[in-house]
């Protein structure tokens, strides 16, 4: 009797992809809660991403500070001063600067046209002073009159469109059919055993870019390998809270950091500082004066995981091993997320079969968003 004909798409016709394993619970599992690597705390299923270029919107709410930029002080009589950003004044404006000891209150005469602006000193019952160009001007509140209109002050504040291209991460897997189909005396099966240790790897390329990654040049295409921008390249961009100063770290370097993004943000949801091996060693140290032990204490040492800054928001406390050992970035975790471009999350494929040898690919596409980065975030480098 002959042997019956296969009807339909047989298994062993298929000269492609012959299936797709979704590793993504392992990838996943791999980056392990017990870990301090940052991609730890962001993990990798933040979002979907649509395109190859991932634009992400921003929106914030309008400014209440400014910066006196007079050429010169301003006199206690003075009936101009020149600001930076006269947008952020109206006709009645009411201000003031901050700085130590000043109390007078200044009022807005009309509506401004220039970085120029009439003011009206020593407003209520306050007296005009001298105030110094450069010092922070605070405003207080924009009061109305009695017939004014909405549409006379557009106070719409439009969205702003940040980007940041997807990366393809990916490793190959290459056995010898015989490889795979012996006995193994240390593993139970090769395929698994190098297909979790290539993952482990991938895992740590995401790592390192969510760190340290550079957008590419240009969008993705025939010439232009795809490359994300990481958290180093958001938190040190122009206009950001940056500082290069080089001095050692101390807590009031960490409260002088966390009060600019105060400023900037009113605060974070979930802080962090993250730190290389060699300045978590420094803040450890912190309060190192104060500790005390008692004489039932069999294990010396210290560590700080959290640190509770003088605004009264906790902060916690990352050691990542890429990070260079002079730079301290310090943030809000909840606006940092990580995601894969959709139907591209971390799998493996079988690929075509040739000869006796068995092929696979570990791949996926990721990209990552860092929103409101200048003011959610700071940077600081030439640490010690």
């Known amino acids: 009797m002959a042997l019956a004909t296969n009807v339909g798409v047989p298994s062993f016709d298929r000269t492609t992809n012959t ?23 962001i993990g990798t299923a933040g979002f979907t991403a649509t395109q190859r270029v991932h634009y992400f919107a921003e929106d914030s709410l309008n400014v209440m500070t400014d910066v006196l930029n007079n050429s010169g002080n301003v006199g206690a009589a003075d009936a101009t001063i020149t600001v930076t950003n006269y947008a952020r004044f109206k006709c009645g404006t009411i201000f003031k600067f901050s700085e130590k000891g000043k109390t007078e209150m200044l009022q807005v005469n009309t509506t401004p046209s220039s970085t120029t602006i009439a003011v009206t000193r020593g407003f209520g019952s306050t007296s005009g002073e001298t105030h110094t160009d450069g010092a922070t001007i605070q405003i207080i509140a924009h009061p109305k009159q009695e017939g004014w209109k909405p549409a006379q002050e557009d106070e719409t504040k ?12 990916g490793k190959s897997i290459c056995l010898a059919r015989t490889r795979q189909l012996v006995e193994q005396t240390v593993i139970a099966n090769e395929l698994a055993h190098q297909s979790s240790y290539r993952l482990k790897e991938i895992s740590r390329e995401m790592n390192a870019n969510l760190i340290h990654g550079i957008r590419s040049d240009a969008a993705p295409s025939a010439t232009v390998y795809g490359t994300m921008g990481g958290l180093i390249e958001f938190a040190s961009q122009s206009g950001g809270n940056t500082n290069t100063t080089t001095e050692n770290l101390t807590e009031n370097v960490v409260n002088t950091m966390f009060k600019q993004i105060w400023d900037d943000s009113g605060g974070v949801e979930r802080g962090f ?3 290389g091996g060699a300045l978590k060693r420094v803040i450890s140290t912190f309060d190192q004066a104060y500790r005390r032990s008692d004489f039932n204490i069999r294990i010396a040492g210290f ?5 509770l800054t003088d605004l009264g928001f906790e902060l916690e406390v990352i050691v990542d091993p890429v990070m260079p050992d002079d730079v301290m970035i310090m943030g809000d975790m909840s606006k940092i997320k990580m995601g894969p471009l959709q139907g591209d999350n ?6 075509a079969k040739t ?23 700071a940077y600081h480098n030439n640490l010690s």
Do not use: C, H
């Open 19 to 41: 299936f797709i394993i979704d590793l993504s619970r392992e990838l996943a599992e791999v980056i392990r809660p017990d870990n301090t690597a940052f991609l730890d705390r």
């Open 158 to 169: 439009e969205r702003t469109s940040v980007y940041n291209y997807t990366q393809i991460f």
């Open 273 to 275: 500082i993250l730190v």
């Open 303 to 307: 560590t700080v995981e959290k640190i």
């Open 346 to 351: 971390m799998s493996m494929e079988e690929l």
């Open 355 to 377: 000869g006796r040898t068995l092929e696979y690919m570990i791949s996926g596409q990721y990209t990552a968003e860092f929103r409101n980065a200048v003011e959610t975030l």
